[in-house]
């Protein structure tokens, strides 16, 4: 009997070299970007050269790679990672927690909510459970994630009026996702989402006069037609605050500001599954 054993881990070069292809530069490109010699950068990629604790931070930066994966540069070129990854509790993050509750209070009577890295739901505001009403239980159950929330037949998906626009839209910004950052979790997502079953031909019928992919769903309220934003913070040197992102949603129409304004002058309550 053979026991397998672990792979080893890419070299930091093979690593560098993924994330410059993935981000379609030449190695001209990144060694302009980054102000090296592309001699020098063609060393690294290929092992004959070992990059300096400071050069693999600099070439990570001008590659936009995400923190978390920043750590396993250095951790390849054999040294320690640079950055802590703390949970949303923690006393460090108060700041930052105080700020996102604060931006989804603020924001009610419309719908807001924060998201991880792989669009696990990390807090709501009130509003939001207009849009959760009547999910089945077992989606509802931690970690609950957004996108398979709103795709899965017996989540949203059979209360969305519009749902190939929207799968498409999802579909697509899930594919940015996945192509930017190389993240297998993302992918599977991907591949579990459009396995749901829905109508994958190009959506037709959409008002010419549209700025955004609206969400119009139905809700106790009557059909709410949503837009809505991403909201990140901008100088993140911790992991988990450099994967949260908020997502607020506005009023796409005069009618559903109106049902909102119903719920924020307590004509109406929301309700939730």
């Known amino acids: 009997m053979h026991t397998a054993l672990p792979s080893s881990p890419p070299p930091v070069g093979t690593l560098l070299r993924e994330w410059r292809q993935r981000r379609r530069l030449s190695q001209l490109d990144l060694a302009n970007g980054a102000d090296i010699s592309t001699r020098h950068l063609s060393y690294v990629e290929t092992g004959r ?10 070439l990570a ?4 790679v995400p923190l978390r994966e920043r750590n396993t540069l250095l951790t390849a070129a054999g040294f ?3 950055y802590r990854e703390r949970t949303l509790d923690d006393p460090a ?5 105080d700020a996102v509750e604060l931006v989804l209070r603020a924001h009610e009577p419309h719908p ?3 998201v991880d890295r792989h669009w696990n739901l990390l807090a709501h505001n009130r509003s939001m459970l207009l849009l959760l009403d009547g999910i089945a239980p077992h989606l509802l159950a931690p970690p609950v994630n957004v996108l398979r929330l709103s795709l899965h037949p017996e989540g949203a998906a059979p209360k969305i009026v519009n749902l190939n626009a929207w799968r498409t839209h999802l579909f697509a910004r899930l594919r940015t996702q996945v ?4 993240d297998p979790v993302l992918a599977a997502l ?7 079953p829905g ?10 006069s549209a700025v955004a992919v609206p969400l119009q769903i139905r809700s106790s309220l009557g059909v709410l037609s949503l837009i809505s934003t991403t909201t990140v913070f901008g100088t993140p040197v911790d992991i988990t605050l450099s994967e949260l992102a908020l997502e607020t949603f506005f009023p796409a129409d005069a009618a559903t500001a109106q049902l909102l304004r119903r719920l924020g002058d307590g004509q109406a309550a929301p309700t939730g599954g």
């Open 190 to 196: 991907l591949d579990e989402l459009q396995a749901y």
């Open 179 to 182: 192509l930017a950052s190389g």
């Open 112 to 114: 807001a909510l924060a």
């Open 49 to 58: 050269a070992a990059p300096s604790r400071a050069m693999v931070p600099h």
């Open 80 to 82: 320690a990672p640079l």
């Open 199 to 208: 109508d994958d031909s190009p959506p037709g019928g959409e008002d010419g």
């Open 93 to 97: 993050l108060k700041a930052a927690r």
């Open 61 to 64: 930066e001008a590659l936009d």
